[in-house]
């Protein structure tokens, strides 16, 4: 069950930050919007499917969270007696942390829910459109990413992601049975250099922002959207 919810996740973290490094391909101008922008629009236009897409996320994540926690316990108890060999004293630092960093992580998903999709964070989000009338999600992470306590919440949740990934990935193989020793290390370099380049992918965003990336676009779609807000 771990394994299996843990490779649905993944290609869901893949597909996600495709999607939001779109970011960096600008606002676009008169005649092209913003394809950030574009692809949020996609995503809505697919209406039923989206939702369950969603509800399937959701329940894969719900899964995965018990499944770990009851690995967790079990594994524990197993060592409750007998002789006790102190393997983690070699472990990676990522393998000992797991339900920790776990934990952080689905505490940033809830947060991420709340601030960019059910827009109980900030509100006004709902009110941001774009000069053609989409939703402008391209400023919407622009103001997201300028708050420095909301870019070093995400920034962390990302490195214990990758923390996370390096050993879960690595232990899906070996659940599956599809790990032997002499593919040990290629499954091992396969998920660090994965968890690597998500979370270096994911961190570059807040971490462009926060320098200043798309500032002055940011800037008029808060005033855009708070006049507004003013004038409703």
């Known amino acids: 069950m771990v394994a299996v919810t843990g490779i649905i996740m993944v290609l869901f973290v893949i597909g996600h930050l495709i999607g939001n490094l779109q970011l960096f391909l600008g606002p676009g101008d008169a005649s092209h919007p913003a394809a950030l922008n574009v692809y949020a629009k996609f995503l809505q236009g697919l209406g039923s499917l989206l939702w369950i897409v969603r509800t399937v996320l959701i329940i894969t994540v719900i899964a995965h969270v018990i499944a770990t926690i009851k690995l967790t316990i079990e594994n524990r108890a197993a060592k409750g007696g007998g002789v006790v060999y102190k393997s983690s004293a070699q472990a990676r630092v990522s393998t ?45 992470l622009l103001i997201g990413f300028s708050y420095v306590s909301i870019s070093v919440f995400y920034i962390i949740g990302m490195v214990l992601l990758a923390m996370h990934l390096a050993h879960g990935i690595e232990s899906m193989f070996q659940t599956l049975g599809v790990q032997t020793e002499k593919l040990r290390p290629v499954f091992a370099i396969v998920g660090r250099g994965l968890a690597i380049v998500l979370a270096v992918g994911f961190i570059s965003m807040p971490v462009a922002v926060l320098a200043g990336y798309g500032k002055e676009y940011r800037e008029r779609a808060m005033a855009k959207a708070s006049a507004e807000k003013g004038g409703k």
């Open 96 to 140: 000992r942390t797991m339900i920790w960093s776990g934990s952080y992580i689905l505490a940033f998903i809830i947060f991420h829910l709340l601030h960019y999709t059910i827009f109980v964070v900030h509100p006004e989000y709902r009110d941001l459109h774009d000069a053609h009338g989409l939703h402008d999600v391209y400023a919407m």
